[in-house]
Nanobody, 122 residues
Framework: QVQLVESGGGLVQPGGSLRLSCAAS????????MAWYRQAPGKQRDVVAS???????AYADSVKGRFTISRDNAKNTVNLQMNSLKPEDTAVYYC????????????????WGQGTQVTVSS
């Protein structure tokens, strides 16, 4: 059974930084790509960043130049470094594993973390 555990959320001021981490356990038999999603109140859960097993990254336009996704295959973890945070970044952030990448398009996998709250406010 695959489990994803997320950490690193919290309250930060606009312009601040935060680093999220997701640790996966268990054997993933599907795709090797991973991603971070976010969901704000009244909004759909959408991908913000994804990464292939080879380290190729893709980002939503809203976070390009501010967020960086990375992974450690030995530890089976994926991270999201968030800089220059804005109030509109406020959301619950979710890790997804077992996905596939088709160019910059991320096809979500079946495995989700529990979510971690990120609040950007002064």
């Amino acid at each position: 059974q695959v489990q994803l555990v997320e950490s690193g959320g919290g309250l930060v001021q606009p312009g601040g930084s935060l680093r999220l981490s997701c640790a996966a356990s268990g054997s993933i038999a599907s795709g090797n790509a991973m991603a971070w999603y976010r969901q704000a109140p009244g909004k759909q859960r959408d991908v913000v960043a994804s990464i292939t097993s080879g380290g190729n990254t893709a980002y939503a336009d809203s976070v390009k130049g501010r967020f960086t996704i990375s992974r450690d295959n030995a530890k089976n973890t994926v991270n999201l470094q968030m800089n220059s945070l804005k109030p509109e970044d406020t959301a619950v952030y979710y890790c997804n594993a077992g996905g596939l990448r088709r160019g910059s398009w991320y096809v979500e996998g079946d495995y989700w973390g529990q979510g971690t709250q990120v609040t950007v406010s002064s």
